[in-house]
T-cell receptor
Framework: EDQVTQSPEALRLQEGESSSLNCSYT??????LFWYRQDPGKGPEFLFT???AGEEKEKERLKATLTKKESFLHITAPKPEDSATYLC????????????FGTGTSLTVIP | GAVVSQHPSWVICKSGTSVKIECRSL??????MFWYRQFPKQSLMLMAT?????????EQGVEKDKFLINHASLTLSTLTVTSAHPEDSSFYIC??????????FGPGTRLTVT
C-alpha cells in the first residue's frame, strides 16, 4: 500500500539552529510531492511542488529536495515565526487527483 | 494568486440541524475541489472529491447522505452536514485543484455540534 511517512513527529529548535524534516514515500510513479505549512486552526499553506528526483526548490529559509524515495525540507537559521506543522503530500497515477498526506512534523523554534 | 476561501470560518449548531459550508476559488477556476476533515493533532483525511457538474466521489466510510456535496460552478463547492451530531464536530477544509497537480487549501471551517 502506498504510504507517506514524516519524521520526526515533533522538533524543537533554538532560533538559528538549522535542521531538516524528512518525508519518505513508497508510491509508484510519483507525479508530484508537495510541501505545506499549517498553522493552528488554519488551512495548509502551499510551499513547494517537486516533480522529479534531483529537483530542489527554495523559498526564504526553506529548501526542499527530492530523491526517488524521500524528500527533505531544510530549514536554515529558523526564526520563531517558522513554528508550524509542516505537511508533505504525494500524488501518484493510481490516486487520480488525490493526495496522500503524511502526519506532519510539528516544528517549534525557541527564541 | 490561487486563493481559496471558506465560509463560515466557524459555526456552532445544535444536534439534529444541518450546516452548509461554502468553498470558493477566488482568482481561478477549479473543476475539481476536495473536502477534508482534520481532528486535533492529526493529518488531513480526504472525505470526497467534487467535480463541477457531476456527482461527488466519496471516500470509503464517508456517508454520502450525511455529507452532501454540490459543485455548482467552477468557483464554488458546498458541503452540507445534515442532521449533525457531536461526533461530526471537526475542522473541515476544502481545497481546489490548480493547473497541474497542486492543490490550494482554504482556511478551514471549525464546526462544533452541541
Amino acid at each position: 500500500e502506498d504510504q507517506v511517512t514524516q519524521s520526526p513527529e515533533a522538533l524543537r529548535l533554538q532560533e538559528g539552529e538549522s535542521s531538516s524534516l524528512n518525508c519518505s514515500y513508497t508510491v509508484s510513479g510519483l507525479r508530484g510531492l508537495f510541501w505545506y505549512r499549517q498553522d493552528p486552526g488554519k488551512g495548509p499553506e502551499f510551499l513547494f511542488t517537486l516533480y522529479s528526483a534531483g529537483e530542489e526548490k527554495e523559498k526564504e529559509r526553506l529548501k526542499a529536495t527530492l530523491t526517488k524515495k524521500e524528500s527533505f525540507l531544510h530549514i536554515t537559521a529558523p526564526k520563531p515565526e517558522d513554528s508550524a506543522t509542516y505537511l508533505c503530500a504525494v500524488q501518484a497515477p493510481n490516486t487520480g487527483n488525490q493526495f496522500y498526506f503524511g502526519t506532519g512534523t510539528s516544528l517549534t523554534v525557541i527564541p | 494568486g490561487a486563493v481559496v476561501s471558506q465560509h463560515p470560518s466557524w459555526v456552532i449548531c445544535k444536534s439534529g440541524t444541518s450546516v452548509k459550508i461554502e468553498c470558493r476559488s477566488l482568482d481561478f477556476q477549479a473543476t475539481t475541489m476536495f473536502w477534508y476533515r482534520q481532528f486535533p493533532k492529526q493529518s488531513l483525511m480526504l472525505m470526497a472529491t467534487s467535480n463541477e457538474g457531476s456527482k461527488a466521489t466519496y471516500e470509503q466510510g464517508v456517508e454520502k447522505d450525511k455529507f452532501l456535496i454540490n459543485h455548482a460552478s467552477l468557483t464554488l463547492s458546498t458541503l452540507t452536514v445534515t442532521s449533525a451530531h457531536p461526533e461530526d464536530s471537526s475542522f473541515y477544509i476544502c481545497s481546489a485543484k490548480g493547473s497541474i497537480y497542486e492543490q490550494y487549501f482554504g482556511p478551514g471551517t471549525r464546526l462544533t455540534v452541541t
